[in-house]
């Protein structure tokens, strides 16, 4: 059996691998210059960054799998000797980098905040993150946005705040943007809202030495990929499929795994044309919004300062930063994320306006040092002709009680693969492997019925 992949980040890569492992024929398409999709290497003075997908962490088990299986290394992110600031309501306090540490806020936003995240869990483990549209109040759940829940249920703006900023680097989206029952589906996919947040057992616990990039590069090694291979439209029927790209190339094949984000997948041309309903869906799962900036210092100097170069602010544009130093801390490494409504806003100011801006943030969290760096680095994703946002897709109000029980359903022989289809580990690197393997499973159950 032949199959064509559209698509060469990581989901694309891992169907693909999974096809040729059984016996399958296969060619992945990739409309970039590069494999790895919403992940991409960089460097800055001299050494290597993400500028997209970054971390591994509690659970990842496929990524941890790669790594092995490719001779990579990983190294723990820089946090165990030193602590994080939190700036909330005018208030700045420094936390226990330790995964489960609680804010030190005055007794009522304490108490506010943690009655938030109770209510909040509950709701989570009632949520079942494959099939969401399924629970008892899904219409309720779904009818209403994250915004709404955060006004109904926190009383302080330090409570509103936490969760607002919790949003926006999930999603590099607002709360306002998110319907709540994609915010639960989200959180349930990925174990609970404590291991998403944090370092220390937690999503953002582990980097690849060298960069994340390094392990689509190894993936792809073995593969037919054809690259500078954006595709044009797909032609369908029961007997195959054709796929022509942008500059004419024809390729046939028995089937066709589309591995890009919903909302690119919706602008390739299909004839006959996509139902209406798969139509809009894409129409309705836009992808975030974020610019990730990095700035360089000879030193880690907020590490003698007792600090692990992890901030979190209500205050922007740059409302959340990490320590991204190379394993020997050679050089001081700084990201900052703008995203969300912020993002929407900044990507249109000049770049020597927001670099002025994102080093004033990085000025109030670690210190004066900050203002003036060796050398700075920044990308905007949704300038990616072929992302256009990270990290991924968010679901509005309604999309999982409309769409839900058809997002990954095959249209005849064309079928879907993401970190946005995944199961487990929604939107992260880890999800996505996991769908592509997925749905290669489901193309070879299809040909062998078939």
Known sequence: MRTIVIGAGMAGLAAARELQHQGGEVT?????????????????????????????????????????????????????????????????????????????????????????????????????????????????LDGQTMETWVRRNLRTPSGRAYFRIVTE??????????????????????GDLETLVSVDRGAQQ????????????????????????????????????????????????????????????????????????????TQRVPAGTVIKAFAAYPTP??????????????????????????????????IGFIEGGDGRRWQRLPEAERRRTVLECFTRYVGDAAAEPTAYVEKDWTAEEFSRGCYGAHFGPGVWTSYGDVLREPVGRIHWAGAEYATEFVGYMEGAVRSGRATAREVLAAGQVA
Do not use: C
């Open 28 to 140: 992945v398409l990739e409309a970039r210059d590069r494999v790895g999709g919403r992940m991409e290497g960089g460097q800055i003075a001299g050494h290597p960054i993400e500028l997209g997908g970054t971390w591994i962490g509690e659970g990842h088990a496929a990524m941890y799998g790669l790594v092995d299986e490719l001779g990579l290394r990983t190294f723990r992110t820089f946090n165990d000797d030193g602590e994080l600031l939190l700036q909330l309501h005018g208030k700045q306090v420094r936390l226990p980098s330790h995964k489960g540490a609680t804010p030190r806020l005055n007794p009522f936003a304490l108490a506010d905040l943690v009655q938030g995240l109770l209510r909040y869990d509950r709701l989570v483990r009632g949520v079942d993150p494959v099939r969401p549209w399924t629970h008892r109040r899904a219409d309720v």
């Open 169 to 190: 680097a999930l999603f590099s989206a607002d709360t306002s943007d998110i319907s709540l029952l994609h915010a639960l589906t989200y959180t349930a996919g990925n």
């Open 206 to 281: 582990d980097r690849v030495v060298g960069g994340s990039v390094l392990i689509p590069e190894g993936m792809a090694a073995d593969l037919d990929v054809r690259l500078d291979s954006p595709v044009a439209g797909i032609v369908h029927d029961d007997t195959g499929v054709r796929v022509t790209t942008r500059d004419g190339e024809v390729h046939e094949a028995d089937r066709v795994i589309v591995a890009v984000p919903p909302t690119l997948a919706g602008r390739l041309d299909y004839d006959p044309v996509l139902p209406a309903w798969r139509d809009q869906l």
């Open 301 to 334: 100097f907020w590490r003698e300062a007792g600090l692990n170069g992890q901030a979190i602010s209500e205050t922007g544009p740059v409302k959340v930063t990490f320590d991204v130093s190379p394993p020997g801390g050679e050089v001081g490494i700084l």
